[in-house]
């Protein structure tokens, strides 16, 4: 069952219930996952996200739940080449561009469209950029396709984009999770697993250095707690966390775990890359239930293609060839 709300300033959501009682609210500023609640083995159902406050939500700079592109992840200096065309946008962090600059999807308002289907709510999300509107070349056509669940605890993010032009595109959900309930507790007791024997090491500005073995401090390979190695060296400089990317040749699965709630979340995706950033720094953000941030209060999963930049051709979209990736969310108890 859904229903829209109507907000101020152009804000509506998309209020969804499944037949288990699992609660997701969307948003179509930013394409976004507004909130996520779930039972615990109590059968207490609490939020599981990092949910700004309405006045925080605007142009928040932790893209909480945001859909953001057309590049997540850090540009140096702002700058690329497609072929032999150098293209420039402004920097928004420390003389690089992250997360898109202040053209990002994640502040942007989508229109969008429900179907509903006996098993399945569909909503997707569409946003039409015109050549160069962003900074970044091509007409490009995007969507983000909602798959919500009735009978399931379930959630499908698919991104869909095609453009005129050669670009660059390489987009994910900025969903932060706490699985303790009601942001009661931080993240760094929660069990973490990822599929992925490859880290990318980072400079002191967050760029992406080389790719690497996993060390001990990086190596989710079995589930562990993820605060066990946080305040190493190896972790803690130069981004005061985990602000990192995982990466190998399989798709990503990934697992979170929050052992005292019973809550346990299992993410599969057709990227093979994913980004994971612990909430480090914290700011003047008050989440829903009047929490005030702080650090390590949730963890942002965002599977991505960053990995791509590595490569001959990086993260490049030729023209006219269809941009399809998907994630699975799936949530339990046990």
């Known amino acids: 069952m859904y229903k829209i709300l109507n907000q101020a300033r152009g804000l509506k959501l998309i209020d969804f219930y499944n037949n288990n009682d699992f609660h997701i609210i969307l948003s179509n500023y930013g ?11 109590n059968n207490k159902r609490e939020l ?88 970044f070349p091509g007409d490009l056509e995007f969507r983000v396709v909602y798959h919500l669940y009735k009978n399931k605890n379930k959630m499908r993010i698919e991104f869909q984009g095609i453009s005129s032009k050669d670009t660059i595109l390489n987009v994910c959900n900025h969903t932060y999770f706490n699985l303790s309930g009601g942001l009661k507790r931080n993240i760094l007791d929660h069990e973490l697993s990822i599929n992925k024997g490859y880290v990318a090491k980072m400079n002191d500005d967050l760029l992406l250095k080389h790719i690497e073995v996993v060390s001990k401090e990086f190596d989710f390979r079995k589930p562990r ?23 190998g040749s399989k798709p990503l699965e990934l697992s979170l775990y929050d052992s005292v709630s019973g809550r346990y979340m299992e993410v599969k995706s057709t990227y093979k890359d994913v980004t994971i950033y612990t909430n480090n720094i914290s700011d003047n953000t008050i989440y829903l239930g009047d929490v005030i941030d702080s650090p390590y209060l949730g963890i942002a999963i965002e599977p991505n293609r960053m990995g791509g930049i590595f490569t001959k051709d990086g993260i490049i979209l030729k023209a006219r060839t269809l941009y399809n990736y998907y994630t699975d969310y799936t949530f339990e108890v046990r």
């Open 31 to 41: 394409a976004s996952v507004y909130e996520i609640e779930m039972e615990d083995r």
């Open 48 to 135: 599981i996200t990092l949910t700004p406050q309405y006045a925080f939500y605007y142009n928040t700079p932790k893209y909480a739940g945001l859909t953001v592109g057309r590049v997540c992840g850090r540009i140096e200096k702002g700058e690329f080449n497609i072929g032999s065309i150098k293209y420039h946008i402004d920097p928004n962090e420390k003389g690089n561009l992250n997360h898109s600059g202040k053209n990002t999807f994640a502040y942007k308002f989508f229109d969008f469209k429900i179907e509903d289907n006996d098993d399945l709510t569909l909503v997707t999300f569409f946003l039409n950029i015109k050549d160069m509107e962003d900074e």
């Open 225 to 247: 707690d993820i605060g066990r190695y946080i305040y190493s060296d190896e972790v803690l400089f130069p981004a005061k966390g985990y602000d990192h990317l995982f990466t």
